[in-house]
């Protein structure tokens, strides 16, 4: 990571990391976050970090989402022990099932929470972006469960690339609107969904889907995903005996990783590792790994690390998989990584397809492309720690991806 020219202080960092003290009154994981957007917004996002506050320690909200997790979405979700991956890479594998939450991925946690606060915020209607289309898909379906209108705004790149999604959003109710500006992908979508929020800041609410944006995105979106990792931590203990060695989760914007590794950050004799989308490449425009080929800069209301070429151009990414194709990264990952509590590396498309192949095949589970990035990571560590206890953070599952199976793995095979 080329994080030389920022001059942090990794050991108090790491401090105030433990003690839990990020993001600060300023909505800063260290030097990074924060809130860079139009005047516009800011009474907007002041607002919604108050809602935040008052909102999500009340018990009565705890209830009423504790009941839509239990009996909508499908919690807790299983932890899986792989007992044929366990023995192929000489390691002890255990898997935490998000593919068996409601809609097929973690996004729905996310959903359901932020959907919840809106309604109690007095929203009258939701507004939310996608690339792949998952997050656009768990919105449209937590604001058809809460009775409210939503709109999604979606690239017209990735409205044809991902036409299955679009069909399913609308027999949930959502109007999806085509995004022609800009690159016409996800980055766009988000700038579209911001400025319809900025219209109406009160009637509308907008559900980002990762752990990106401007305070208090990330904040909020971990705290909402947090339950993957406490779930799993009590289920470690229970089911293994003992915590994982390591946690290891793919990274995209950060949302499954940072809920499955926030409730270990304490835990430090616990390793924790994000595998990013290594695409084709290290080089520039070949990939969509931030944490290990970006530099500091602002992207999308926050300061995180992107990829970005000299004069600050945010690059074009590339990845077979749709929903970690995105220039940046949250803040608060790029925290941990900076202070060394979390590892990072690529893993490229090749043998991320690999190992999505290998799951199907010895555990009977097809892994979302995104998720099988984390499997590729995961076999590369057991191959060198061996005995090594590893948890997998398995976000979603495959079904959604088998047009582009069709056309990599099971090509000439059918
Ligand atoms: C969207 C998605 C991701 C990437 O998003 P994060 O915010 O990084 O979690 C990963 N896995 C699945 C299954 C997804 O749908």
Same mark, same amino acid.
């Given at each position: 990571?080329?994080?030389?020219?920022?001059?942090?202080?990794?050991?108090?960092?790491?401090?105030?990391?433990?003690?839990?003290?990020?993001?600060?009154?300023?909505?800063?994981?260290?030097?990074?976050?924060? *809130?860079?957007?139009?005047?516009?917004?800011?009474?907007?996002?002041?607002?919604?970090?108050?809602?935040?506050?008052?909102?999500?320690?009340?018990?009565?909200?705890?209830?009423?989402?504790?009941?839509?997790? *239990?009996?909508?979405?499908? *919690?807790?979700?299983?932890?899986?022990?792989?007992?044929?991956?366990?023995?192929?890479?000489?390691?002890?594998?255990?898997?935490?099932?998000?593919?068996?939450?409601?809609?097929?991925?973690?996004?729905?946690?996310?959903?359901?929470?932020?959907?919840?606060?809106?309604?109690?915020?007095?929203?009258?209607?939701?507004?939310?972006?996608?690339?792949?289309?998952?997050?656009?898909?768990?919105?449209?379906?937590?604001?058809?469960?809460?009775?409210?209108?939503?709109?999604?705004?979606?690239?017209?790149?990735?409205?044809?690339?991902?036409?299955?999604?679009?069909?399913?959003?609308?027999?949930?109710?959502?109007?999806?609107?085509?995004?022609?500006?800009?690159?016409?992908?996800?980055?766009?979508?988000?700038?579209?969904?911001?400025?319809?929020?900025?219209?109406?800041?009160?009637?509308?609410?907008?559900?980002?889907?990762?752990?990106?944006?401007?305070?208090?995105?990330?904040?909020?979106?971990?705290?909402?995903?947090?339950?993957?990792?406490?779930?799993?931590?009590?289920?470690?203990?229970?089911?293994?005996?003992?915590?994982?060695?390591?946690?290891?989760?793919?990274?995209?914007?950060?949302?499954?990783?940072?809920?499955?590794?926030?409730?270990?950050?304490?835990?430090?004799?616990?390793?924790?590792?994000?595998?990013?989308?290594?695409?084709?490449?290290?080089?520039?425009?070949?990939?969509?790994?931030?944490?290990?080929?970006?530099?500091?800069?602002?992207?999308?209301?926050?300061?995180?690390?992107?990829?970005?070429?000299?004069?600050?151009?945010?690059?074009?990414?590339?990845?077979?998989?749709?929903?970690?194709?995105?220039?940046?990264?949250?803040?608060?990952?790029?925290?941990?990584?900076?202070?060394?509590?979390?590892?990072?590396?690529?893993?490229?498309?090749?043998?991320?397809?690999?190992?999505?192949?290998?799951?199907?095949?010895?555990?009977?589970?097809?892994?979302?492309?995104?998720?099988?990035?984390?499997?590729?990571?995961?076999?590369?560590?057991?191959?060198?720690?061996?005995?090594?206890?590893?948890?997998?953070?398995?976000?979603? *599952?495959?079904?959604?991806?088998?047009?582009?199976?069709?056309?990599?793995?099971?090509?000439?095979?059918?």
């Amino acid at each position: 990571m080329k994080t030389q020219a920022l001059k942090i202080d990794r050991e108090a960092l790491l401090a105030q990391t433990l003690r839990g003290e990020f993001p600060d009154a300023r909505g800063r994981f260290g030097p990074f976050g924060g *809130r860079y957007v139009p005047e516009t917004l800011v009474p907007a996002l002041d607002r919604l970090e108050q809602g935040i506050r008052d909102i999500l320690p009340d018990p009565a909200f705890k209830a009423e989402l504790d009941l839509q997790l *239990r009996t909508w979405v499908g *919690r807790p979700t299983p932890l899986t022990y792989a007992a044929t991956l366990s023995q192929r890479w000489g390691a002890e594998v255990w898997l935490k099932r998000e593919d068996l939450a409601h809609t097929g991925a973690h996004k729905i946690n996310n959903a359901i929470g932020q959907g919840l606060l809106a309604k109690r915020l007095g929203a009258k209607r939701i507004v939310a972006e996608t690339g792949a289309g998952q997050h656009g898909v768990a919105t449209a379906a937590a604001c058809a469960r809460l009775g409210m209108p939503c709109t999604v705004y979606m690239g017209s790149i990735d409205m044809e690339r991902q036409a299955p999604n679009v069909g399913r959003m609308k027999l949930l109710g959502a109007e999806v609107v085509p995004v022609t500006g800009g690159d016409k992908t996800l980055r766009a979508a988000i700038d579209e969904a911001l400025r319809d929020w900025v219209s109406d800041p009160n009637g509308t609410f907008y559900i980002l889907g990762s752990a990106v944006g401007p305070h208090p995105y990330p904040y909020m979106v971990r705290e909402f995903q947090r339950v993957i990792g406490v779930e799993a931590r009590a289920q470690m203990l229970a089911q293994a005996g003992a915590l994982p060695d390591v946690v290891v989760a793919c990274v995209g914007g950060g949302s499954n990783a940072i809920g499955l590794f926030h409730p270990f950050v304490p835990d430090t004799e616990v390793k924790l590792l994000g595998f990013e989308a290594g695409g084709i490449g290290p080089g520039l425009g070949q990939n969509a790994a931030s944490l290990a080929y970006g530099t500091p800069g602002v992207l999308q209301g926050c300061y995180s690390l992107l990829l970005q070429d000299e004069h600050g151009q945010v690059q074009e990414t590339q990845s077979v998989s749709a929903g970690l194709d995105y220039p940046g990264v949250g803040p608060e990952h790029a925290l941990l990584a900076s202070i060394g509590r979390l590892g990072f590396a690529a893993a490229e498309d090749d043998e991320s397809l690999e190992a999505l192949s290998e799951c199907s095949r010895y555990e009977g589970i097809l892994p979302a492309i995104e998720t099988a990035h984390a499997f590729a990571g995961a076999r590369k560590y057991a191959a060198s720690n061996p005995g090594c206890r590893i948890l997998i953070g398995l976000s979603g *599952r495959g079904d959604k991806d088998m047009p582009t199976l069709q056309r990599t793995l099971l090509k000439g095979k059918t």
